[in-house]
């Protein structure tokens, strides 16, 4: 079945610091692929999304390309704050059942701790 | 704020109870999805419905349930708990199935089974 890894964390950084954060999945077809930020205490928000491949997702200084031929969506983020401490979800539609109804299959999450 | 509204917000109760979470959808949003998240799963999509009707099931237990109200809200059933239902159950909203729409999640209820 359809699946998502993603690095393990915790990612501990310095403010200004470079990120990334590894993302790979396995899919029949051609799933959308997402990344989604859960702050403490707070339901997920939608980051980014891309649809097809070769798209570039981006929001916030965030950035992630969808790349087919390697299977794999990476966050990056040039210089990071301490505001974007965080837990962060990466994410793919499933399609299964005959045609995608859009249910998020998720990654087990990455906590990103961010030092002033 | 998301817009999706989740109630209650903590919920603590014994093993062998039932309990009914409920979620309203933003305004507009016609399709309501319900996840869990716990420690030793991580999210998992539980069950979709659309206009009233299910559309999607995922990893979800016999002993849980869900439907969609006429008014668009809807309802979370979890019967017979045991010790490890004991999560985060969030709802998501957008406005049609499909991976085109944004899904809006709630702030979640957290479920604690004693």
Redesign the interface.
Known sequence: GNSVTQMEGPVTLSEEAFLTINCTYTATGYPSLFWYVQYPGEGLQLLLKATKADDKGSNKGFEATYRKETTSFHLEKGSVQVSDSAVYFCALSDGAGGGSQGNLIFGKGTKLSVKP | D?G?TQTPKHLITATGQRVTLRCSPRSGDL?V?W?QQSLDQ????LI?Y?NGEE??K?NILERFSAQQFPDLHSELNLSSLELGDSALY?C?S?V?????????????TRLTVT
Do not use: D, I
Not at chain 2, 42 to 45: A, E, M, S, T
Not at chain 2, 96 to 108: D, I, K, R, V
């Open positions: 998301s999706v399709s999805y996840y991580g999210l998992q999509f979709q659309y559309r999607a995922g969030f998501a957008s049609g199935p499909g991976t085109t729409y944004e899904q809006y999640f709630g702030p979640g």
